[in-house]
């Protein structure tokens, strides 16, 4: 009878350690992810949970241990060119451009990532569809905050990277993102497949 091989993770962090200035900011950090899983950081300030995100998405190199993206290791400058271009990463830094309209804020993503089609929809589910035409800089911080979400969601990449996603959303945006992690949002035509999401989270976990 043949059997069946278990699929290899997506992505490993294999005994991962990482120094700054002298400092030992990470101490061997083992994580295994599947598609469909999320690991949620928490831990006090100053504890390197940014540090990990920011390994994740190829800005620091662990200096010991090793990132695997489907077995090879990410700081392979081939296998890297390739494991970027799966990477969803919001940061505190919204890199909005203000003069241009909610929408062509997400639209030129979604255009530039060779899709097409979830941009309204998209904008619609984090509740900007009445603001699509205006300019960005009319936005509050937490419709700013929906904004980079709806593009991540226009974008769709499997490997999200979320620094303090919840920072400025109140209750509603919130429960939005949950559900997004939770993958089971499908309102307004948007689904995608399992994806995988590493999050620093300051609130009680849902
Ligand atoms: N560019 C840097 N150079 C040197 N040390 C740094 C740098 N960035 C962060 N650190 C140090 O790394 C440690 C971890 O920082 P990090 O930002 O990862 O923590 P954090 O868990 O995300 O904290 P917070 O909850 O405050 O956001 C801190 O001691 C910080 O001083």
Redesign the pocket.
């Known amino acids: 009878m043949p059997v069946r091989k278990p699929p290899v993770p997506r992505l490993v962090l294999d005994n991962v350690s990482c120094m ?2 002298a ?1 030992q ?1 990470l101490r061997h950090v083992n994580a295994t992810l599947h598609d469909g899983s999320a690991l949620v ?1 928490s ?12 390994m994740l998405a190829g800005f620091n190199k662990p200096t010991a241990g090793q990132v695997l993206w489907n077995g090879h290791d990410i700081t392979n400058s081939g296998v890297f060119h390739q494991y970027k271009l799966q990477l969803n990463w919001l940061a505190l830094k919204d890199a909005i451009k203000d003069k241009f309209t909610v929408l062509d804020n997400v639209l030129w993503f979604e255009l530039l990532e060779g899709k097409e089609g979830n941009s309204v929809p998209a904008l619609e589910l984090m509740g900007l569809g009445k603001l699509v035409k205006e300019k960005a800089r009319m936005l509050s911080m937490g419709q700013r905050k929906r904004l980079q979400l709806a593009r991540l969601l226009a974008m769709d990449r499997p490997i999200w990277l979320l ?2 996603p919840s920072v400025a959303l109140d209750g509603e945006g919130v429960k939005l993102l949950e559900y997004i992690i939770h993958g089971i949002e499908r309102k307004g035509g948007l689904s995608f497949a399992p994806r995988i999401f590493l999050l ?1 989270w ?1 609130m009680p976990w849902f």
Do not use: H, V
């Not at 831990?43 to 920011?54: A, D, I, P, V």
């Open positions: 700054r200035n400092q900011i950081l831990g006090t300030n100053g504890s390197g949970k940014t540090t990990l995100l920011r620094d303090e620093q300051r």
